[in-house]
């Protein structure tokens, strides 16, 4: 099975506050997180979590991934790039990718809304926006306030397109 999920800032006190989530410590967000995505995603299932993963020193981040189902690829975000693709993959990544990329020859996965036109074939799955939705069929946001801060399978998302 495959999943999307993005905007999980894993060990980011702020956020809390800055996107309103329900919980009172950046401990008790991560614990949920974790709980969540493992009680959906199987070891052998896909994950693309696009962007914005986790702030901290390489050790933390790699006890995070080391606690999630599936494979894990990440699709680099405003707040990941300050580190490289490699430096992400040694945290244990499946895998790291830097820019937007099509999926399913239907489907742009990206951080950031792609801005795309009436003639383009393309839904573009994307967060960065936490609690904004872009208005009409053509954009997905699928940060974790959106998605109830557990990762949304890929059949849901295409059923609805």
């Not at 702020?14 to 008790?28: G, Q």
């Not at 937007?100 to 742009?108: E, F, N, R």
């Not at 036109?117 to 940060?143: A, Q, R």
């Amino acid at each position: 099975m495959v999943y999307f999920y993005s905007d999980s800032h894993f060990g980011h006190q702020n956020i809390i506050k800055y996107t309103n989530r329900p919980f009172k410590t950046v401990e008790e967000m991560d614990k949920k997180l974790i709980d969540n995505w493992n009680s959906i995603v199987n070891k052998d299932d896909k994950v693309f979590v696009l962007g914005d993963f986790c702030f901290g020193k390489k050790e933390r981040v790699k006890q995070v991934v080391s606690k999630l189902n599936g494979m894990i690829v990440l699709i680099m975000g405003n707040h990941d790039r300050h580190r490289t693709a490699s430096w992400w993959r040694d945290c244990g990544f499946f895998q790291v990718i830097e820019y937007p990329i099509i999926y399913k020859d239907s489907y742009i996965l990206s951080h950031e809304p792609v801005s795309l036109n009436e003639h383009m074939p393309y839904v573009n799955i994307d967060g960065h926006k936490h609690h904004l939705n872009i208005e009409g069929d053509s954009h997905i946001n699928v940060s974790v306030e959106q998605i109830s801060y557990t990762p949304v399978p890929a059949h849901k998302i295409m059923q609805s397109n």
